[in-house]
C-alpha cells in the first residue's frame, strides 16, 4: 500500500512539474535592426511623431529616442525588452529576429518593430 501511495505522489509531482513553463532562451539579440515606430496614443501636440527606426544591440543594449533623451533598452536573451527614463516606460519582447514593444508617458505612446537585418 505505501508503494501504492509513493507512486501517486512521484506522478502527482511529475504531473505538476509538466505544466509549470519552461523559460525559453533565444539567440543573442546583438546584431542591427531596422523598422518602423506606429502611434497608439496622442493626448498632446507634442507627442513624438512614428517614423522609421534603426537600431544596434551591442552587449544586449540598445537605445531608443525619446523626444530629445535616449532611453537605455535591455534586450535580454529570455525574450524580455525593457527600459526606462523618468515618466517613460518602454516594454516589450525580442523572439531571436524581430524587436517588437511599446514606449509610453503616459499621454503619448509609440509602437515600434524592429527586424534584424544582416548576418
Given at each position: 500500500m505505501?508503494?501504492?501511495?509513493?507512486?501517486?505522489?512521484?506522478?502527482?509531482?511529475?504531473?505538476?512539474?509538466?505544466?509549470v513553463p519552461l523559460a525559453t532562451v533565444v539567440a543573442n539579440p546583438d546584431g542591427d535592426y531596422r523598422g518602423t515606430a506606429t502611434r497608439f496614443?496622442?493626448?498632446r501636440?507634442?507627442?513624438?511623431?512614428p517614423?522609421?527606426?534603426?537600431?544596434?544591440?551591442?552587449?544586449?543594449?540598445?537605445?531608443?529616442?525619446?523626444?530629445?533623451q535616449q532611453i537605455q533598452v535591455s534586450v535580454l536573451t529570455?525574450?524580455?525588452v525593457s527600459g526606462a527614463?523618468?515618466?517613460v516606460r518602454l516594454t516589450g519582447t525580442?523572439?531571436?529576429t524581430i524587436i517588437q514593444g511599446?514606449?509610453?508617458d503616459g499621454q503619448c505612446g509609440l509602437h515600434f518593430t524592429l527586424k534584424r537585418v544582416g548576418a
Open positions: 505505501m508503494r501504492f501511495i509513493r507512486g501517486i505522489v512521484m506522478l502527482s509531482c511529475l504531473a505538476l512539474s509538466a505544466c496614443q496622442v493626448l501636440r507634442t507627442c513624438p511623431r517614423s522609421l527606426l534603426s537600431a544596434s544591440v551591442r552587449n544586449g543594449i540598445m537605445f531608443y529616442k525619446w523626444e530629445y529570455n525574450g524580455a527614463l523618468p515618466g525580442y523572439d531571436g511599446d514606449v509610453t
